[in-house]
Antibody, heavy 117, light 110 residues
Framework: QVQLVQSGAEVKKPGASVKVSCKAS????????ISWVRQAPGQGLEWMGW????????NYAQKFQGRVTMTTDAFTSTAYMELRRLRSDDTAVYYC??????????WGQGTLVTVPS | QSALTQPPSASGSPGQSVTISCTGT?????????VSWYQQHPGKAPKLMIY???KRPSGVPDRFSGSKSGNTASLAVSGLQAEDEADYYC??????????FGTGTKVTVL
């Protein structure tokens, strides 16, 4: 079955970087893009950006421009999201989701990134 | 890009119906037929319930339906069941490979 499995929880200091991975299985990885979405504690969903797994093209939400980098590795069917210059308000669960297209399905299980203030 | 507007909460008794609205602009909801809806139970990842305004993925009960009029999309849940109690989020394509989510609605089954 189609599945996205993300890396484990992280605790980072302010100013550091975090890199979250998302390993896909059950489908042809390069046929669908991957979006990243985050959810701060008790808050709603926030779209961060999208990457084409076919050619690596990216599109980031304006809010994260200059601070986020999304990459993929077709050999291991894995997508990555790196967020730099972390702040306490970056504390959130980060999800990857297959872009199928114009919708997000399925989602990874989420990765909690904690940035203590 | 501003979040789409949803009511914070909605409720209904078992067997009743509830409808959730999702209001955007002509640059997102009103401009494309790419509105999707997600159900999220506490501590779980979101699950796709409706895509392209009114299409249901396989496995989603036909109690869930979607529609759109102008800049407002809606999700209707009929025959409410206890397991429908969850947070629901709409999302819309906003052009140039960008997306926006709604503010979320907590549905309570009384």
């Amino acid at each position: 079955q189609v599945q996205l499995v993300q890396s484990g929880a992280e605790v980072k200091k302010p100013g550091a970087s975090v890199k979250v991975s998302c390993k896909a299985s059950g489908y042809t990885f390069t046929s669908y893009g991957i979006s990243w979405v985050r959810q701060a504690p008790g808050q709603g969903l926030e779209w961060m950006g999208w990457i084409s797994t076919y050619n690596g093209n990216t599109n980031y939400a304006q809010k994260f421009q200059g601070r986020v980098t999304m990459t993929t590795d077709a050999f291991t069917s894995t997508a990555y999201m790196e967020l730099r210059r972390l702040r306490s308000d970056d504390t959130a669960v980060y999800y990857c989701a297959r872009g199928a297209p114009f919708r997000f399905d399925p989602w990874g299980q989420g990765t909690l990134v904690t940035v203590p203030s | 890009q501003s979040a789409l507007t949803q009511p914070p909460s909605a409720s209904g008794s078992p067997g009743q119906s509830v409808t959730i609205s999702c209001t955007g602009t002509s640059s997102d909801v009103g401009g494309y037929n790419y509105v999707s809806w997600y159900q999220q139970h506490p501590g779980k990842a979101p699950k796709l319930m409706i895509y392209e305004v009114s299409k249901r993925p396989s496995g989603v009960p036909d109690r869930f339906s979607g529609s759109k009029s102008g800049n407002t999309a809606s999700l209707a849940v009929s025959g409410l069941q206890a397991e429908d109690e969850a947070d629901y989020y709409c999302s819309s394509y906003a052009g140039s490979n960008t997306y926006v989510f709604g503010t979320g609605t907590k549905v309570t089954v009384l």
